[in-house]
Structure formats: structure tokens, C-alpha cells
């Protein structure tokens, strides 16, 4: 195989290794939400609070958008997708171990902050990947594992609650 034909096809598979993250990091953030109702009624709080929690992710995500956007350009892609990858687990940990409402603003919080740095530093990998003359096809890709990831959160997080032994 000519190094020419290598180049694009690792090309290929770096930007579906980004994009498949994308989709994954970007369903972590609203998979909880089906399950609301229950964390509600196991923690003892109302419409108000849970209203709250949704709140608290917008803030983690316009925070980290603020204060760390431009870091992908200065600090390099792959720092800022491991820095989100990171956030992203630690809060998937924290809310599967929350005692309390307070754990659960914490989780939304961290969930918030690995959205609003990845989605940036992963649409722009995916773009300087794939990009060249197909930007726009690039574009199209990390829009669809952006949208994607956040639709099947719920629908995953749905069939846990009704399928799965301990949701």
C-alpha cells in the first residue's frame, strides 16, 4: 500500500474514532434525563429542583465555552479532547454514586464543562481531519455525532430505565 493511500485512510479512521466520541461524550450529557423522576423521588425534591439541575448543565457548558475556546487552537486538539473525555467520565462517576441533590448539581456541572470543552476541540478535529476541500462534509459529520449523541442520551437512558435490573 502506497503512503498515499495510507495517509487517508488513517485520516478516515482518526475522524470516526472523533466523531464515534463525539456521539458518546454528547449522549452522556443528557442520558440522565429520563431518569429525573426517579432521582427526584429518591432524593426527595420537586418540579423546582429538578428544573434546577437542567439549569446548572448551561452553566457548566457556557463557563467552559468562555473560558476555554480558543484553548484547542493554543493548547493543541488532543489535550482539549482528553481534558473533556476526563470531565465527561468523572461526571458519569459522580452522579452514579450521588447521595444527594448536591452530587447530582456537581455531575450536571462537570457534564456541562466536558460539553463545552469537547464539542468545540471535537468539531474542529473532526474538521482539520477531514476537512481540505470537503469542509463542509466535515461540518456535516461532527453536527451529526453532536445532534446524534444528544438524541439517543434519552432513548438509551429510557431502555435502561425500563429494561435493565437497576437503572
Partial sequence: MSPDQTAPRSRALATALVAFTFVVVMLGTTLPTPLYPALADEFGFGELMTTVVFAVYPVGVTTALVLCGPWSDQLGRK?????????????????LLAGSLGWIFVARLLSGFSV?????????????????????????????ANMGGLGLGPLVAGLLAEWAPRP
Wanted: glycine share 10%; charged share 10%.
Fill in 79 to 95: 489535550p482539549m479532547l482528553l481534558a473533556g473525555l476526563v470531565l465527561s467520565a468523572a461526571s458519569a462517576v459522580v452522579l
Fill in 116 to 144: 463545552g470543552i469537547y464539542a468545540g476541540a471535537a468539531t474542529a478535529t473532526v474538521v482539520d481531519l477531514y476537512g481540505g476541500t470537503s469542509r463542509s462534509r466535515a461540518e456535516v459529520i461532527a453536527a451529526a
